[in-house]
């Protein structure tokens, strides 16, 4: 069903419906058909070349709860006039669970349509919830129409009503972000910032980027005179780095209130700890094991970029302006993801252009946080809790860092060096196979109580395992092979222990408890033979497939 969709071809769509009609007797069957006619409309919409009104009507009223679903979804995506006015009912339903509400905005987004228009404004108020607000103010940028601009602009001056800082600047990006994807609304944002109806205070750096490179030099000029002057990093950025380095070593961080400051900033792009967005890396599996480092990535995130964290934007057809890293970028469709988790899939068909800004999605700023609170966070993202408590000989290592500087070019995509030698020397007896993917392989402090532990991952062609390998002779009374290991915290991996090319033994590794894994091997039966051992790390679903090692012993 995905497939025809790709065709772009409305006789294909109505083959596919055709097909569905015949297969109605099949519970099962048929909502899976409708799960990928769902899923094929994600590259814009199409619809089949006939009237299926009839077919739509006995999907929406099925006895099956999951066809009802698709056949809902599917009605409101095809300009169905009922099953539109049934959906926007649905969402001004305040007895309704706001995930709902929010799931049926999802939809509406995709249908340009006069009804969905009249049917979102009256979500776009002060007086909705945050994430139901954002998620209009969202679907209001898809859409289009001036119509807009007069609610995002009262959004924006409304965000300093919302409860507390996470909620308003949440609610005042949104709004912001919505207001520069299209010329006009640009023109009355700025118009309305230089009236003072707006607040500049917060105003968001990608944003602030975008309108200081932007290619209509009306906009530009406007923008510096109403935002001030475009610096995008500071000719003292090493001084910064010093200063805020010393503030980190001075005094004893408060790690709870780190956690709060990373809740209200860096959560909004970071996956960390079972919360957050994967719009930037993992921060568990991006190298944690250093100060310096650390300094660096904070306060001059634009001095090296990770490979496919790189701000694009793309303009469309119909004059919008969008931003974000590309997730997807295939013969049919563009998929964009921004701050907050905001997701953007713009139809190939429609992208006018798409330019890398070789910049990263991260904002300057952080090195601007007062002392203190900018010594709390750095050492919760250093130390979270979760971790274990923050020893002084933990906090050492931090500081000094279990990698040995280095020097070398980074040789992948990467956004620094790997540092070969220290990660050869973790256990010299074994010699390492693994990409440079998401700053690892690395070496961290501490990970979950075990010292010095070795974080891997697969190759990126997800069948290529990361691995350690020996050659050696198994002598008599040592044969026993163990290797501790654990997963991320929301992932898992395959261990696969090798001799000779074959498997004598596999280990599910996952996050439950107990957290580290122990792979025990007896080889007594190869006692005197010369073997080649291998332990592999295998992609298990290829989800936050990172590998934890803590120690590989032969006793």
């Known amino acids: 069903m995905r497939r025809l969709c790709d065709t772009r071809k409305a006789g294909n769509l109505t083959l596919a419906v055709e097909f569905c009609d015949k297969i109605a007797a099949h519970d099962i069957l048929l909502a899976h058909a409708l799960d990928g006619l769902v899923k094929g409309q994600e590259n814009g919409v199409i619809k089949p070349a006939k009237d299926v009104s009839a077919t739509l009507t006995t999907w929406r009223t099925h006895t099956n709860a999951d066809v009802r679903k698709h056949g809902q979804t599917l009605a409101v995506l095809w300009g169905d006039d009922a099953a539109v006015k049934?959906?926007?009912?649905?969402?001004?339903?305040?007895?309704?669970?706001?995930?709902?509400?929010?799931?049926?905005l999802q939809s509406l987004r995709k249908v340009r349509t006069d009804t969905v228009k009249e049917g979102l404004k009256p979500i776009l108020t002060p007086k909705?919830?945050?994430?139901?607000?954002?998620?209009?103010?969202?679907?209001?940028?898809?859409?289009?129409g001036d119509d807009f601009i007069a609610p995002l602009l009262t959004l924006a001056q409304a965000s300093g009503l919302q409860s507390g800082p996470q909620a308003r600047g949440l609610l005042y990006n949104a709004a912001i972000e919505a207001l520069s994807t299209r010329t006009t609304w640009t023109q009355a944002m700025l118009t309305a910032i230089a009236a003072g109806k707006v607040s500049p205070t917060g105003f968001p750096v990608p944003v602030r980027r975008a309108l200081a490179t932007s290619k209509d030099k009306a906009i530009r000029d406007q923008a510096f005179k109403v935002l001030g002057?475009?610096?995008?990093?500071?000719?003292?950025?090493?001084?910064?780095?010093?200063?805020k380095k010393q503030a980190a070593l001075t005094g004893e961080p408060d790690l709870a209130n780190g956690k709060l400051i990373f809740a209200g900033t860096c959560m909004v792009c970071h996956e960390f700890h079972g919360g957050g967005q994967k719009v930037g890396p993992d921060l568990i599996g991006s190298g944690r094991s250093n100060l310096d480092a650390?300094?660096?990535?904070?306060?001059?995130?634009?001095?090296?970029?990770?490979?496919?964290?790189?701000?694009?934007?793309?303009?469309?057809?119909?004059g919008r302006t969008?931003?974000?890293?590309?997730?997807?970028?295939?013969?049919?469709?563009?998929?964009?993801?921004?701050?907050?988790?905001?997701?953007?899939?713009?139809?190939?068909?429609?992208?006018?252009?798409?330019?890398?800004?070789?910049?990263?999605?991260?904002?300057?700023?952080?090195?601007?946080?007062?002392d203190t609170a900018f010594r709390d966070l750095i050492w919760y993202v250093l130390a979270p809790p979760e971790e274990g408590?923050?020893?002084?000989?933990?906090?050492?290592?931090?500081?000094?860092?279990?990698?040995?500087?280095?020097?070398?070019?980074?040789?992948?995509?990467?956004?620094?060096?790997?540092?070969?030698?220290?990660?050869?020397?973790?256990?010299?007896?074994?010699?390492?196979?693994?990409?440079?993917?998401?700053?690892?392989?690395?070496?961290?402090?501490?990970?979950?109580?075990?010292?010095n532990v070795l974080l891997m991952h697969p190759f990126p062609d997800k069948k290529t395992p990361a691995s350690f390998e020996r050659k050696l002779k198994i002598e008599p009374g040592k044969t026993n092979l163990t290797a501790t290991v654990a997963a991320d915290d929301r992932g898992d991996w395959t261990l696969k222990a090798v001799v000779?090319?074959?498997?004598?033994?596999?280990?599910?590794?996952?996050?439950?408890?107990?957290?580290?894994?122990?792979?025990?091997?007896?080889?007594?039966?190869?006692?005197?033979?010369?073997?080649?051992?291998?332990?592999?790390?295998?992609?298990?679903?290829?989800?936050?497939?990172?590998?934890?090692?803590?120690?590989i012993t032969l006793e």
């Open 322 to 370: 969008l931003a974000g890293r590309v997730v997807e970028d295939t013969p049919t469709h563009v998929k964009l993801l921004g701050a907050g988790g905001a997701t953007q899939v713009v139809p190939r068909d429609q992208v006018a252009t798409l330019t890398n800004t070789k910049q990263s999605l991260m904002p300057m700023g952080f090195g601007n946080l007062p």
């Open 389 to 451: 408590p923050l020893t002084k000989e933990k906090k050492d290592l931090l500081i000094k860092g279990v990698e040995e500087p280095t020097t070398a070019k980074p040789k992948g995509p990467s956004s620094r060096a790997i540092d070969w030698e220290s990660v050869s020397l973790w256990n010299p007896g074994w010699k390492v196979s693994a990409p440079d993917f998401e700053r690892t392989p690395v070496k961290l402090a501490e990970y979950y109580g075990q010292k």
């Open 86 to 104: 049934e959906m926007i009912v649905s969402l001004h339903d305040t007895s309704k669970p706001e995930k709902e509400r929010i799931a049926i």
């Open 294 to 318: 650390i300094l660096a990535n904070v306060i001059d995130p634009n001095q090296i970029i990770g490979n496919g964290y790189e701000n694009f934007t793309v303009s469309t057809k119909d």
């Open 500 to 551: 000779n090319g074959q498997v004598v033994k596999e280990l599910t590794v996952d996050h439950e408890k107990p957290r580290w894994k122990t792979l025990d091997i007896d080889l007594s039966k190869f006692a005197g033979q010369e073997v080649t051992l291998r332990l592999e790390a295998h992609a298990n679903g290829w989800s936050m497939e990172f590998s934890y090692w803590s120690s």
């Open 128 to 144: 909705t919830s945050t994430a139901l607000a954002v998620a209009a103010i969202r679907a209001a940028a898809d859409l289009g």
């Open 229 to 243: 002057a475009w610096k995008d990093s500071s000719d003292d950025v090493k001084s910064l780095i010093a200063q």
